[in-house]
Structures are given as structure tokens and as C-alpha cells.
């Protein structure tokens, strides 16, 4: 099974700019849909972004929409997330899924990565 491995994460203050990566151990198939998704502390991991791996379709969370841009490099097999202009209420542990359907849902992805921190200062 293909393992995830996120990396990029870090403290920035706002305004900041980070660009996270999770590159698979192996191939990522075209009917992968690779997903970000974020935990603060003592909140429910929630959906960030998503895209499907053979067409590179997007989507966003509102939340993050005109500001984080996902992205993929399939000779890699690695997902990217650039996160721009980035608050204090972005602070969270990001995590990088695979689904084998479009989702939204964490439940819906069966892989995950080990997450990421990523801490925005005031």
C-alpha cells in the first residue's frame, strides 16, 4: 500500500507564505483523489483541498479559497499545498490523504500521512 509523507510545515507569522508537500512511496494511480485536510488542537480534522489525480480538478474548503493553491507533479507523485497569506487561525497539523472517489470527507480517504505542523503568529 502507498505510503504518504508530508513535509513544509513550520512557524511563519501572518502574512507568511509556506508550500507543503506529501510525496507517495510509490505511484499514485489516476483515480486517486489526493486531499489536505487540517486538525487544530481540540477541533475535528477538517477538509481543506482536493485534487483529482488524472485531471488535476480542484477544490477548496471556503475557508482557504483564493489563498492556498493545490497542485501536483505526477513524475514525483507528490501533492503540493501553497499556502499564502496565512492567518493565526490556520495553525493546525496538516495531513495529506488519498480517496479512491471525490470527497470532502476524511472518512472517505483511506490513506493518511503522518501530518505536519503548521503554527501562523500573530
Known amino acids: 500500500q502507498v505510503q504518504l509523507v508530508e513535509s513544509g510545515g513550520g512557524l511563519v507569522q501572518a502574512g507568511d507564505s509556506l508550500r507543503l508537500a506529501c510525496t507517495a512511496s510509490?505511484?499514485?494511480?489516476?483515480?486517486?483523489?489526493m486531499g489536505w485536510f487540517r486538525q487544530a488542537p481540540g477541533k475535528e480534522r477538517t477538509f481543506v483541498s482536493r485534487i483529482r489525480w488524472s485531471t488535476g480538478a480542484t477544490y477548496y474548503a471556503d475557508s482557504v479559497k483564493g489563498r492556498f493553491t493545490i497542485s501536483k507533479d505526477s513524475g514525483r507523485n507528490t501533492v503540493y499545498l501553497q499556502m499564502n497569506s496565512l492567518k493565526p487561525e490556520d495553525t493546525a497539523i496538516y495531513y495529506c490523504a488519498a480517496a479512491f472517489g471525490t470527497s470532502n470527507f476524511a472518512e472517505d480517504y483511506k490513506i493518511w500521512g503522518q501530518g505536519t505542523q503548521v503554527t501562523v503568529s500573530e
Open positions: 510509490s505511484r499514485i494511480y489516476s483515480s486517486y483523489v
